[in-house]
C-alpha cells in the first residue's frame, strides 16, 4: 500500500514541477529579453569603468615611484657633495653599493616612458573628442537634410527649381569655409587675402630697427567681412546640411583674428611656415642643380676620357651647332 500511495504523490510533484517551469518560461516576454541586454551593457560600461581605474591606479603607481626615485637622487646627490670634503662615505648610503649613473639612468629612462604614456592618452582622447564630433556634426546634417527635402515636398516646381539653386550656391561658401578651417587658414576662412610683409628687424650698433609690417589688414575689416559673412553662413538661413558646422569654424577663425595676441601668435607661425617652406624649396634647386652639375661633369669627363685627343674640338663644334 505505501508503494502505491507514494507512486502518484511522485508523479504529481514532478508534473506539478514542469508545469511551474513551462508557466515560467511562458511568462518570459521580451521586456525580460531588455532587462537582460541592458543587464549586459551596464556589466561592459562597468568593466571599462574597472579598466579606466585599473590604468589610473597603474599611472598613480608609477608617479609615485618616480616622485620617489627622485628623492632618491636628490639625497644620493647631496650625500655625495657633503662627503667631497674628505671622510669615508657612511655603509649603507646612497650610491655605496650602485654604479655611477645607475640611478639617473633609471630616473630618465622612467621619465621618458610616464611622457610617453601621456602622449598616447592624451593623443587618444583628442582622436576620440575628434571621432565624437563628427559623429555629431554628421547627424545635424542628416537632420537638416531631411528637413530641407521635407520643405521640397511642399512647394511647386518653380519654387523647388529656386530653393535648389540657393542651396548649390549655400554648398559651394560652406564647403569653401570648412576646406580652410580644416587646414587651419583662419584668413581664408573669412576670405581674406593675406599679404602683409614684415621687414626686419634690423640691428646697427646698439639700436634695432624695426620690425616695419606692411599691408596689414585691421581688426574692424575683419569684424565686418565676419558680420557679412555670417549672414550668409547662418543655420536659419544656408540651406546647406552642414552650414551650422562652418558657422562654428567661421566663429572660431573670427575670434582669433580679432584677438591681438592670438593674431600675433597665428602670424608667428604663418610666417615660421613660410620660411621653412622657402627654405626647402631653396634646398631642393640646390639639390637639384648640383646633381646636374655633377652628371655634366662626369659624362664631360667620360666623353674626353672616349674621344681623346679629338674630344675638344668636337665639343666646341657640337656646341656651335647647337641652336
Not at 584668413?187 to 596689414?216: C, D, K, M, T, W
Not at 572660431?252 to 607661425?269: F, G, N, V
Not at 639639390?287 to 664631360?300: D, N, Y
Amino acid at each position: 500500500m505505501e508503494c502505491i500511495i507514494t507512486r502518484p504523490s511522485l508523479q504529481y510533484n514532478a508534473h506539478h514541477t514542469d508545469q511551474q517551469n513551462n508557466d515560467h518560461d511562458a511568462a518570459t516576454t521580451p521586456e525580460d529579453d531588455d532587462d537582460s541586454m541592458d543587464d549586459d551593457f551596464l556589466a561592459e560600461i562597468l568593466a571599462e569603468e574597472a579598466r579606466n581605474e585599473e590604468e589610473a591606479t597603474m599611472m598613480e603607481a608609477e608617479a609615485r615611484e618616480y616622485e620617489a626615485m627622485k628623492a632618491r637622487q636628490y639625497s644620493g646627490d647631496a650625500g655625495n657633495t657633503n662627503n667631497m670634503g674628505g671622510g669615508k662615505p657612511k655603509m649603507g648610503g646612497a650610491g655605496s653599493g650602485m654604479p655611477k649613473g645607475a640611478g639617473s639612468g633609471s630616473f630618465n629612462k622612467l621619465e621618458e616612458e610616464l611622457k610617453k604614456k601621456e602622449a598616447e592618452k592624451a593623443s587618444l582622447q583628442a582622436a576620440k573628442e575628434e571621432e565624437e564630433q563628427e559623429q555629431e556634426a554628421e547627424r545635424i546634417r542628416l537632420k537638416r537634410e531631411a528637413a530641407f527635402e521635407a520643405d521640397l515636398k511642399k512647394m511647386n516646381e518653380e519654387q523647388k527649381k529656386k530653393a535648389q539653386q540657393q542651396k548649390k550656391k549655400d554648398a559651394k561658401i560652406v564647403n569653401r569655409i570648412l576646406k580652410a578651417s580644416k587646414s587651419g587658414k583662419h584668413y581664408a576662412v573669412l576670405g581674406i587675402r593675406n599679404f602683409e610683409v614684415q621687414i626686419g628687424p634690423y640691428y646697427v650698433f646698439n639700436f634695432s630697427i624695426g620690425p616695419l609690417v606692411l599691408f596689414r589688414v585691421k581688426t574692424k575689416a575683419i569684424k565686418r567681412v565676419y558680420r557679412n559673412l555670417a549672414r550668409t553662413v547662418h543655420p536659419d538661413k544656408n540651406k546647406d546640411g552642414r552650414a551650422e558646422e562652418a558657422f562654428h569654424a567661421l566663429e572660431q577663425s573670427a575670434a582669433i583674428l580679432t584677438d591681438e595676441k592670438q593674431r600675433q601668435d597665428y602670424d608667428k607661425k604663418i610666417v615660421s611656415a613660410r620660411r621653412r617652406r622657402n627654405k626647402y624649396a631653396v634646398d631642393s634647386v640646390m639639390r637639384v642643380s648640383h646633381t646636374c652639375w655633377s652628371q655634366t661633369a662626369s659624362t664631360l669627363k667620360m666623353t674626353k676620357k672616349v674621344l681623346g685627343p679629338f674630344s675638344t674640338p668636337i665639343l666646341v663644334v657640337g656646341a656651335l651647332i647647337m641652336p
